[in-house]
Structures are given as C-alpha cells and as structure tokens.
C-alpha cells in the first residue's frame, strides 16, 4: 500500500482487474508463468503449501508481463483521469501482488495510491472490503468494479460504478438503495466468441474427408462418419485455440494485427474461455468415441500434441514446424479412422512432404510481416527475421518434394486398383505445381497476410485449381 494516504474530497477506488483492465490478470499470469518457465511442479508445490499469498509473490518473482501492453478500458481510464482532473484522490486496489499493481499505477501516473496483496497477506474480496472500510470509512469511498465479487464492496462505497458486470450482478445492484452508475463495456459478444473459437478456420478440418475419397467411400453411413469426425475435430481446434491464445496474450498483444484478438484485447472474459474450452474438449472426445474408438484416439493424440505445441514446441526453431505438419495430417488420419479404411502410405507422406511447406510459408509471412514493419525477433518463436530467405527455400523444397510423391504414386501398381483411367492423374501434377510456386510467390511479395490455407480457401485461383483437381479425380474414377 502506498504510505501516505490524504485525501479533500471522497476518494474513486478502482479494482484492477476486470475494471481497470479488461483481463483475468491470474489466469494470465498463471499461463504467463507457465509460457516463460514451463511446468516447475515442485516450484508450484512449495509455494502453495505456504498458501495462496505465498504462490502469488512466487508468481510475482519469476513472471515478466508488460503492464503497457495490458488492456485497459477506456471508459474506466476517463473516469479516471476526469476524477484527477477534479482534484479527487484515486486509489488503485487488486488482490494481485503488490508488485504488479505497483507497475500498473506507475506506469499510468494516475493514482495517488494503490492497495493489494503482499507476500504475508492475500487480500481476498472480504479482506477488500474491511481494508477499504477500516482505510476510508463506511460510505467513504466511490468504487469501481465489474462482478458479483464486488459486491460487498459496493455495499459499503458511496458511489457505486460497474462495467461489463453480467445481468445477475446488474440486477443485485439495483436493489440497493443507492444508484450505480453503468459505464459502457464497448464489446460485442457474439462477434468476439465467434473469433475467439475461430469458426472461420474449422475449414481446415475439411481435411478428413479426404480418406473418404481416395477410398471412394461414398456411402451414407461413411459419410455420416466422415461429418461426425468433422465436428469433433472442429470442436477440439476450437478449444486449442483458446488455450493458445491464452498462453501467446502477451506476445499477440505486441504483434500488429493478433493484438485484436479477443483475449488479447480483452473482449471475452478469460475465466469464460478457458471453461469453454474445457466444455469443447469433453464435447469432441466424446463425439469421437461414438464414431470409433480409433477416432478418440487420433483425437487425444491431436490434443496432446497441440497442448505440448502451445506450451513448448512453438518455441523450438523447426520443430514447431514439423508438429503443425503432423497435426494436419492428423485430420487425414482421423478420417481414415473415421470411415474404417486402410490410410495409404502414400497419402502419408505427401500429407506430412505438403504440410510441412505450407506451414514453413505460414513462418515466412510472419517473419515478413516483421521485416516489413521494422518489429524485432518474435519472443514466441525460435526464428529470426534474417531467416526469411532459407524458410523460404526450406517451403518450396517440402512442396515439391511432396508433388514428386504424387507423380511416383501415379507411378506405383497401388493407384490401378482404384481407378479405371489412371494416366488422367497426371495433370494434377501442373496444377499442384502452379498453385504451391503462386502461394509462394504471393507470399515474398507480401500479397498474402494469412494462413497460407485459409488463403486458399478464400483465393478464387486456388479454388479453381482444387476444383480442377476434384474434376480430375472424377474422370479418373
């Protein structure tokens, strides 16, 4: 706490989470801590035996967060400053750290003080209340806050002030005797949990129909399979991206564009989110049990290796890069697990040869993206921006190699058992060719500022060649 507290006139005491900042600041520097030193468990364990105040100043030591990046809410900052303008005290309190809520109120010059949790005590809401109380008097103090925690607090302010509180703490709050004051949350709820889930990229799972066609299964109960695993696929990429969102905050909040990102800008409650996420996850991997036990299976796979991506292997220069080829051709194997028919090793190979050029593109945009807007290395990412001509040269050989294995697979005895017109097959070839030299070329020159697969999806180009293709392997059938 800050040890000169004077004040003329009744005193705005702001709550930093949720009010201040539109964030979970525990959540986030839970997966902060976790993002920047792994899983210590034996780190964690000794900490939470000295209880939870001692975990935090735990937290507080070892975890690095740029309080200039955090979102803060406009609203609540004008009120703010309007009260500092007013010659009205205002008090900053939290039950964080003292340490991170000190950062905060220097870094904004604001406040005339700050309360919060310190390394002896944890200051819970009920301890909030008694301290503001037992600082101010009953009726004191104006407070703002957001939820239903809040609450006691509100009880014994003056002035009550709520943002982005829910319709249960809105309607806790008008019986009271005094007004509260409702300030704007400036968030749209649909639009953001929509691009938090990211429906736009459940096309990628379009992938595991692709055992489907090469098998030629085109039967109703196979199809009905093949939609099924689509779905579980597209529930638990959902719940993945939260999760990796959560664990890139800090990093997406420096990057030009993910800094919109809901988390990131704070327009999705993180505590929501991560329950979501924890809801997909049971949601798919029941799904997939229903289908096939072999899906399930693929399923846990996927999540494991994505949870370990988010958490470890983004970091690992390459590595990261392989795991995303493996974790596409996991949605080719899941439809083959699907639809019970044998996954052909030569789909294997020019799933995981093609992928890994695709998501080798994926890091030249970045890097380029970089260079371009004269940013510094990406934290996140084991790569340098002088790297950007050898990714570069790293994609196109991976994309090529895996054309090399469509021609030798046309070539092979395997492709005569499936289609009467087999020769017909080769002018795929070109047209794979094309498109990957195209997808590369647009990339260097910095006309593509995307997945280099949900560019395809939405480049007329691309899908005249995948339609092409389709017509292809018509005739060939």
């Not at 999705?268 to 049971?282: D, E, I």
């Not at 991506?309 to 390459?318: E, P």
């Amino acid at each position: 706490m800050d040890p000169v507290l004077q004040w003329s006139a009744t005193p705005l005491v702001v709550d930093l989470e949720g009010a201040l900042i539109r964030s979970n600041l525990w959540l986030e520097f839970i997966f902060a801590h976790l993002a920047q030193n792994g899983f210590p468990f034996d780190q964690i364990a000794k900490a939470l035996r000295g209880g939870k105040a001692t975990l935090k100043s735990h937290i507080a030591a070892t975890t690095t967060v740029d309080v200039a990046e955090l979102p803060y809410d406009e609203e609540v900052l004008s009120l703010v400053r309007d009260s500092v303008v007013r010659g009205i005290p205002v008090y900053l309190v939290s039950r964080h750290h003292e340490r991170h809520v000190r950062a905060v109120a220097q870094h904004l010059g604001l406040f005339t003080g700050w309360l919060a949790s310190t390394g002896e005590a944890d200051l819970s809401q009920a301890a909030k209340a008694r301290l503001l109380t037992d600082t101010f008097g009953q009726h004191g103090f104006d407070y703002v806050g957001t939820s239903g925690e809040d609450y006691p607090i509100w009880v014994v302010a003056r002035k009550r002030f709520a943002t982005r509180e829910s319709p249960a703490t809105r309607a806790k709050l008008a019986q009271l005797d005094r007004e509260t004051v409702f300030l704007k949350s400036g968030t749209n709820g649909a639009r953001a949990w929509a691009k938090l889930l990211r429906v736009h990229q459940w096309a990628k799972n379009a992938l595991v129909f692709v055992p489907l066609v090469t098998a030629h299964r085109f039967d109703l109960p196979a199809l009905g399979s093949a939609i099924a695993a689509f779905v579980a696929f597209s529930l638990a990429a959902s719940a993945i991206y939260i999760l990796n969102d959560l664990v890139d905050i800090e990093a997406d909040r420096k990057h030009p564009t993910k800094k919109n990102r809901p988390l990131a800008a704070g327009t999705v409650p993180m505590a929501a989110a991560l329950s979501t996420a924890g809801v997909l996850v049971v949601a798919s991997t029941t799904l997939a049990f229903f289908v096939t036990a072999q899906l399930a299976g693929v399923l846990v796979f996927y999540l494991l290796l994505t949870t370990a991506y988010s958490f470890y292997l983004k970091r690992k220069m390459l590595v990261d890069v392989i795991a995303l080829a493996v974790l596409y051709t996991a949605r080719v194997v899941a439809g083959a697990a699907a639809v019970a028919v044998p996954l052909s090793e030569w789909l294997l190979v020019f799933s995981i040869l093609i992928f890994t050029g695709l998501a080798l593109m994926k890091r030249y945009i970045e890097l380029a993206a970089r260079l371009d807007a004269d940013l510094p290395d990406p934290s996140n990412r084991d790569y340098r921006k002088s790297d950007l001509s050898v990714v570069a040269a790293l994609a196109a050989g991976a994309a090529f190699n895996a054309v090399t294995v469509f021609a030798l697979y046309i070539s092979s005895d395997t492709v005569h058992h499936l289609y009467r017109r087999p020769d017909a097959l080769w002018l795929i070839c070109p047209i794979l060719m094309y498109w990957l030299s195209r997808i590369l070329m647009l990339a260097h020159r910095r006309a593509m500022d995307d997945d280099p697969i949900l560019f395809a999806l939405k480049d007329l180009n691309s899908l005249v060649a995948f339609g092409l293709i389709a017509e292809i392997l018509y005739i060939a059938t």
